[in-house]
């Protein structure tokens, strides 16, 4: 018996040379071990390939809600400066109709920037104070220096334009004129 065993496996061994497979034998326990695994395996693959698809979709789906918002993001500020846009145009043409009342047009003007400021500040914008102030290159960009007895060394004389803060940060330098030393004549 332990012939005919042994020429078994030794036919076995030649034929999976020849045909590159291997037999393996095994309890039955074993084997059904063995195919319950694979069944696992096989769910849990399909459940990976679905998880990967959902994970997918979330992504795409945040990209898109991103790109929204980044797109309409400014919507109240546009809606607001339409309507300061909107006192600006009724102002242009009450000029062009010759209206002859000065005062009430510089009035109506000086409205619309009350509301424009009123605006920035409610979005968090602040401009810079900077006259009389000691030169900050943080805060000031200086265009100009003068001499001048009057005011220390590195102070702002004169602001030549605005500069604003968004929520303390800076988005816009002042420019200004910088105070330095008298130079002596020679």
């Known amino acids: 018996m332990e012939d005919k065993d042994h020429k078994d496996s030794t ?8 045909t590159g ?3 393996v034998q095994l309890k039955e326990e074993e084997y059904l ?7 696992k395996a096989a769910e849990y693959w399909d459940r990976l390939l679905r998880l990967q698809a959902d994970t997918d979709n979330v992504r795409k ?13 400014n919507e109240g500020i ?8 909107d006192d600006l145009e009724r102002t ?3 000029a062009q109709s010759k209206h002859q009342d000065l005062q009430a047009f510089l009035k109506g ?42 005011s220390p060394e ?4 004169e602001e030549l334009q605005k500069g604003y803060l968004l929520n303390e940060r800076v988005i816009r330098t002042a420019k200004v004129k910088v105070s330095k030393k008298e130079q002596p004549d020679k």
Not at 33 to 39: N, R
Not at 154 to 157: A, L
């Open 78 to 85: 546009i809606i607001e400066l339409l309507n300061i846009l």
């Open 109 to 150: 003007v000086e409205m619309i920037l009350a509301h424009f400021y009123g605006l920035l500040k409610d979005y968090g914008v602040k401009s810079i104070d900077s006259e009389g102030k000691l030169f900050d290159p943080h805060f000031h960009e200086a265009l100009m220096q003068v001499e001048d007895k009057d």
């Open 154 to 157: 590195h102070t702002v004389v």
């Open 21 to 23: 497979e291997a037999t």
């Open 61 to 73: 789906r945040i990209d898109k809600e991103k790109t929204d918002f980044v797109r309409f993001a």
């Open 33 to 39: 071990q063995l195919k319950q695994d694979a069944q």
């Open 11 to 18: 036919e076995a061994k030649e034929e999976a040379k020849i």
């Open 92 to 94: 242009i043409e009450l």
